[in-house]
């Protein structure tokens, strides 16, 4: 198990990294820049230049993504032109916000869900159905043990797997809706801070944004899958041989 979580530890800061660069790189090679945007062209050319410069916009990419990536290995992740700030000392405020509309989604589609909602409930029963009909199951209850007892303690662990096996792309969809409402209702979260970073091409702040959007659905597939491991040990031991095999 402390393997298999390993390696899926190192698969989601993998994950980060890649999205985090990425953004920075597509949101640089993007026409126009933060000076550009926020000045609309009311400034002099010298002016334009050493503002440019000031934030390291007259590097060539490969050069600016090299420094950034430096810094970043030591937990700078650059200065929001926008806010003129840290960009790590933005994103906690505004994660946290992002944490509050995602976890009270997740609690009342677990919640409601599981019971009434449609995909939950229906993965649930058909998930029970099929462990009822286990040998393992069948094997207990032929011992006598009572039908309550077996389906309570035995049963329902098993038919926790897809539940757990879904619940990562449950996360991945509730952070995309808190973006959408964080939008649509100027809530204050990660959503309107990358935003407004796009607008102006603030790149360090999208790159800060996107990699703690990467986070979030790390963690959440990571929950998922350590969730899946524990109801069904069949997972890691799998895991376990493939790294063997290979």
Avoid: H
């Avoid at 390291?56 to 430096?70: C, E, F, H, T, V």
């Avoid at 994660?95 to 509050?100: C, P």
């Avoid at 100027?186 to 800060?208: E, F, H, K, N, S």
């Amino acid at each position: 198990m402390t393997r298999y979580i390993a390696r899926r530890l190192a698969f989601s800061a993998l994950l980060v990294v890649a999205v985090s660069s990425a953004s920075l790189v597509l949101t640089r090679i993007a026409p126009g820049d933060y000076v550009i945007e926020s000045t609309a062209g009311q400034v002099s050319r010298l002016r334009i230049e050493e503002e440019r410069a000031r934030y390291g916009l007259d590097k060539s990419i490969g050069a600016q993504y090299r420094d950034w990536l430096a810094a970043a290995v030591r937990l700078d992740f650059g200065r929001s032109m926008q806010y003129d700030r840290p960009v790590r000392d933005l994103i906690p405020e505004r994660a946290a916000n992002t944490a509050i509309l995602a976890l009270t989604a997740l609690l009342i589609a677990t919640g409601v869900g599981l019971p009434l909602a449609a995909m939950l409930e229906r993965l649930q029963a058909q998930a029970m159905s099929q462990a009822i009909g286990e040998p393992f199951v069948l094997a207990t209850l032929a011992r006598g043990v009572p039908r309550s007892r077996v389906v309570w303690r035995d049963a329902l662990k098993a038919a926790l797997r897809p539940v757990a096996a879904i619940y990562g792309l449950i996360v991945g969809a509730l952070l995309s809706g808190s973006f959408a409402v964080e939008v649509i209702s100027a809530w204050p979260g990660l959503g309107t801070l990358m935003l407004g970073a796009l607008r102006t091409r603030d790149v360090y702040l999208v790159a800060g944004c996107a990699g703690a959007g990467a986070l979030f659905l790390a963690f959440g597939t990571l929950v998922s899958d350590v969730a899946l491991a524990l109801v069904d040990p069949r997972v890691s031991e799998t895991a376990a041989e493939g790294r063997a095999g290979a």
